[in-house]
């Protein structure tokens, strides 16, 4: 198979879905913060018979009615070592709980990468797969997030995790 793309119907809009191969590089939301380039997302292909693509929708679909907490479907972000090792530490934020920038920068060895972790977290290619949604301020408060804050807090409370405050959205 080649990259190829879908558009994915959800109860938190329309995602765009890029695969390359057995595994999906990205899911953006609309008006994603970072899109991907329109001549980076392959061949369109239809959601309903791309197999892998199908899957995801059905993955979604049980996590979206609170039926799956984790996610089993083969992904290769692009991104650089730094981006890769953040993204990674997404993966290991448990359902249910929040982290903030500046503890996964700690946890990389530098709270003052905080700034860098955000920028990475930023651009996380596989929205809610990789639980970007999970990273707050030091304050517990809603921040940046590519998809909406909006989406930012439906997911957090789908999952249980305490939303403390939220920054302003408007």
């Known amino acids: ?17 890029v695969a ?8 953006y939301f609309p008006g994603h913060w970072h899109p991907p380039a329109s001549d980076a997302i392959g061949i369109e292909v239809d959601s309903r018979t791309d197999p892998l693509v199908t899957r995801l929708g059905v993955e979604l679909g049980e996590y979206l009615a609170g039926e799956r907490t984790i996610f089993d479907l083969p992904m290769a972000p692009n991104g650089d070592e730094f981006q890769q090792a953040v993204w990674a530490m997404l993966r290991d934020i448990p359902i249910g709980t929040t982290t903030s920038y500046g503890e996964l920068a700690a946890r990389l060895g530098d709270r003052n990468l905080a700034r860098r972790v955000g920028n990475a977290v930023g651009r996380n290619p596989l929205s809610i797969i990789v639980p970007c949604h999970r990273v707050v301020g030091a304050d517990g408060s809603l921040t940046g997030y590519a998809g909406g804050l909006e989406r930012k807090r439906h997911l957090l409370e789908l999952e249980g995790a305490p939303v403390v405050a939220q920054a302003r959205l408007f």
């Open 20 to 27: 390359d191969g057995e595994a999906l590089v990205g899911i």
């Open 1 to 17: 198979m080649t990259r190829r793309h879908a558009t994915l119907p959800t109860p938190l809009g329309e995602l765009l879905v």
